[in-house]
């Protein structure tokens, strides 16, 4: 390492060395401004929760910090830097006291997030990243049962990273259970494996909107851009996350949304041309359906024989605006489209 590299990475220790004062400062003129739960706005929500009982704000904040200065430069893959916040972290882990529970469970709420990140996105040591994501759900289970509504958002997001570390590990069968829990969670009106309905916690118009799409989107785009579990007309680990979920959806769900759901079954299960009949009397190619969604129906269309002369021209004209507006193709990438249409956009 010449001098020029010794004195950048030095630099970079400097850049991302905690100091609880400064970033405090910072932090508190924001804090109000959150409207969605990032890691952020869900670290003061819990230091609100909990500092009527503990006095050690300055421990926590500390803590939080660490955990987002390791997040940052796992981020920006500075392998060296990540090690010495590791280091720290673990050196916070082994000073915990489990005799006081709170606190105890507090703290790892905060650090476990991230040594799973570290250990899933720079180190890929996937048993490493699962043992600590699998541990967090304890923590998080205990302060929502002590009182921490909020802690749902953390344990829908935990269960979400626990599938794409088991996905990525290549355990598929295991994948899919912690997958399909969340997808009923927020489809029904239920607690199913949690502790009460999610609507109990939104907090503003669109929250449920935009997180059911997120996951919805997350789940379904990681499936079909994986080879080795069968295309995205026959994908068993798809089928295994939404086939005979067996619930009563919220009055949130839209009837576009659940038209869609039905349609994407029956392409599952092999009834794609029930699935295009449906197609054809629904509205599916609009924002009220996730982009996942839309993508897989229209995947298996263009599978299906002689699709331009079955669907309708209104259906194609809405066809091909989806696939110019939301997935950005060129057109010569239109699936769907005829001269009627090009003139008709």
């Known amino acids: 390492m010449n001098e020029s590299q010794i004195i950048e990475y030095l630099q970079l220790f400097e850049s991302y060395t905690p100091t609880v004062e400064r970033e405090l400062e910072k932090s508190k003129d924001s804090v109000s401004n959150y ?20 006095n050690n704000r300055e421990k926590l ?25 590791v280091d720290k972290i673990l050196k916070q882990y082994c000073e915990l006291d489990s005799n006081n529970p709170l606190e105890y469970h ?14 899933y996105y720079l180190d890929k040591d996937y048993d490493n990243a699962q043992k600590y994501m699998i541990e967090l759900l304890d923590s998080i289970d205990f302060l929502i049962d002590h009182g921490f509504d909020d802690g749902m958002y953390m344990k829908i997001e935990q269960y979400l990273n626990i599938s ?12 899919a259970i ?33 997180i059911l799409k997120s996951f919805l989107n997350g789940i379904l785009f990681k499936a079909v851009g994986n080879t080795n579990i069968g295309n995205s007309l026959q994908n068993p680990y798809l089928s295994s996350v939404f086939d005979n979920l067996n619930i009563s959806f ?40 996730p982009t996942s969604i839309q993508h897989l129906i229209l995947a298996a269309l263009m599978n299906f024989q002689n699709v331009s002369e079955l669907i309708p021209l209104d259906l194609k004209i809405v066809i091909q605006n989806y696939q110019n507006n939301e997935l950005k193709f060129t057109p010569s990438n239109i699936l769907i489209h005829d001269s009627a249409i090009t003139s008709a956009t």
């Open 35 to 54: 409207k969605s739960y990032d890691s952020g706005h869900i670290f003061y929500a819990l230091l609100n929760y909990v500092q009527l009982t503990l």
């Open 61 to 85: 904040t500390y803590n939080y910090i660490l955990s987002e200065k390791l997040f940052r430069v796992c981020r920006e893959k500075e392998p060296n830097v990540a090690s010495y916040f």
């Open 106 to 119: 507090t703290i790892k709420a905060i650090l476990n997030p991230v040594l799973a990140y570290y250990y």
């Open 164 to 175: 794409k570390v088991y996905f990525n590990a290549g355990n598929h069968s295991q994948s």
């Open 178 to 210: 912690y997958s399909r829990a969340v997808i009923k969670y927020l489809l029904s009106n239920e607690a199913e494996t949690f502790q009460f309905p999610f609507s109990k916690i939104l907090s503003f118009e669109g929250q449920y909107e935009s």
């Open 250 to 289: 919220n009055d949130k769900i839209n009837s576009d949304l659940k038209n869609s759901l039905d349609i994407l079954l029956l392409i599952l299960d092999n009834k794609v041309e029930k699935g295009l009949e449906k197609s054809i009397k629904s509205d599916i190619f609009n924002k009220q359906v």
